[in-house]
């Protein structure tokens, strides 16, 4: 009874071999695709990001090192930057060592800081 048991077992175990053999390859397949997606798309587009960055930087710009660096661009001479850190010192960095270009929102117009001193004057009266 044992033996024919196992006979059966093997015989079908062989009739689907092709099928079972083609699965752990789709798999790997699959694994290999979610990674692109995952972690290989995403990188480059973070890489080409920060290339366009450090090309677009000019004078004037304050910016951010890598080492956490806070400065204004004096000038840009190809890979090369300087960097005004305080007044009258300045550094040359690597163009690469800038992680972005911090944008300053713009100072309100002093019409509407006079207009919200009026309106607080007039609140409290």
Do not use: C, H
């Not at 093997?10 to 053999?21: E, R, V, W």
């Not at 990188?43 to 960055?53: P, T």
């Not at 956490?68 to 009258?88: H, P, Q, R």
């Amino acid at each position: 009874m044992l033996n024919s048991l196992v006979a059966v077992v093997a015989a079908d175990s062989n009739d689907g071999g092709g099928a079972a053999s083609f699965m752990p390859l789709v798999f790997i397949g699959l694994i290999f695709v979610a990674m692109y997606f995952l972690m290989i798309r995403p990188q480059r587009r973070r890489l080409r990001e920060q290339q366009n960055l450090q090309r677009s930087i000019s004078e004037g710009d304050e910016v951010l090192t890598t080492s956490g660096v806070y400065g204004f661009v004096t000038a840009v001479d190809g890979d090369i930057v300087w960097l005004e850190i305080a007044e009258d010192v300045e550094i040359r960095i690597a163009s690469g060592a800038v992680s972005k270009v911090i944008v300053q929102s713009p100072a309100p117009a002093a019409d509407e800081t006079a207009d919200e001193s009026a309106d607080d004057a007039n609140a409290d009266g």
